[in-house]
């Protein structure tokens, strides 16, 4: 019995050693090897490499250098501004209307040393008072030099005796996508902050609902509500976009950021400055995006460029030669492939100007030199309507003296073909010309209904009532 005791207990003792031998040797070596493993994957996996102990370089490129040039000549921007406020009960039986005042803020950039700075109107609208901190938390005094809303640009100026930095202007077109830009703002009144992105796109239009076509410069740089008016840079801190807007549904950054392009700001200031308003130049068509579906009817092999529908009477492209179903392909050797492209382009240049488009017609490409003519064409929102006094021409063929000329509808009024019309009289009171308009709408109520009276090229009269938001 002892004999068996002994020889079991061995046995135990003989197979905890072996058990104990394997947990140590095997299982703790096989979880010290996966560890290891792991880290190799991840330092093998093919994609480049990213240093997270030096945050200012992404895929080897250093953003110090443009940050450094830039930080300092973009300011925080405050609008003080008086908005009406919801009636409270005793002012109504009082008959008053209350006020309060309200503050706005955006961004905005020093272009000069002696003090101009450029920023976003949405940023300056209305106000009664605008007051720049500089990133030094010094605070001046703003001057509102001039604004072009369509662009959503507006002009200030500071005084100081010191010499301000500031950042140089780039050339916004011979951006690329996929080029790597800073986002500089002063959102919050502290100091300037930066972000980094790429471009995503260029030539977006916002609203294609909206004639007014606009060009804008995409990017993923985080732009948040308050960064409005400031600078988008590039690697060498030249200002190549003034960021504007967001699209979100949040209203907080979630990846897509907007800007004007820099030489469309730059050619909106030097014109505020030089003349105190903006020069509008009109390559003079209509036209829209060509695609697979639209060459087929042409019967052309391009897909990519501008169809013009239409051509202005008088313009550039009239004189020029520019014909219904030609196609646009380059402008002054920059390829367009929407009409957003072209529109931007043509907003940074001024009238007088000499453009080349390459034009595709009759499967034949060829060079055309377009003169762009002044724009005559004034937007009257309150009316969706954009209207032009008329020409000698306009006066033969509708056989009046006086009216405005309905180049075309917009907002609401879009859906209606209204071009073959004149506008000569707005409740009972003859209209001669554009400020005839501007005052019959300055004397009535911002919601106020017109009778406005119109003659088409027939001869015949029509009126219609147009009620006003």
Known sequence: MKSFIKTLGIAILGGAIVLGSYKFFFEENSQQFKYPETIQTKETTP???????????????????????????????????????????????????????????????IITEDGYIVTNNHVIENARELEVTLNNNKTYKATLIGTEPNSDIALLKIETEEILPYIIFGNSDQTKIGDWVLAVGNPFNLTSTVTAGIISAKGRDLDATDSNVQS?????????????????????????????????????????????????????????????????????????????????????????????SEVVEDSGADIAGLLEGDVITMIDQIKVTKFADLTGYVTSKNPGDILIARVLRDGVLKDVNIELTKNNTTRITAIGMDLRNLTPADRATYQVKEGVKIVQTTGDLSRYNMSDYIITKINDRPISNIEDVQKVLRDVSPNATLLIQMKNSAGETERFRYAMD
């Open 47 to 109: 994609v480049s490499s990213v240093n997270y102990l030096a945050s200012s370089s992404i895929a080897g490129i250093d953003f110090t250098e443009a940050a450094e040039k830039t930080v300092h000549a973009v300011v925080h921007v405050k609008n003080k501004t008086i908005a009406r406020v919801r009636q409270s009960w005793s002012d109504v039986r009082s008959g008053r209307v209350p006020y309060r005042e309200a503050i706005g803020t955006g961004s905005g950039v």
């Open 216 to 308: 804008f410069i995409q990017t993923d740089a985080a732009v948040n509500p308050g960064n409005s008016g400031g600078a988008l840079v590039n690697i060498n801190g030249e200002l190549i976009g003034i960021n504007t807007a967001i699209a979100s549904k949040t209203g907080s950054y979630v990846g897509y950021s907007f800007a004007v392009p820099s030489n469309n700001a730059r050619k909106i200031i030097n014109d505020i400055m030089e003349f105190g308003f903006v020069q509008k130049g009109m390559l003079g068509i209509r036209g829209g995006d060509l695609n697979g579906n639209i060459a087929k009817e042409l019967g052309i092999n391009e897909t990519e460029g501008i169809v013009v």
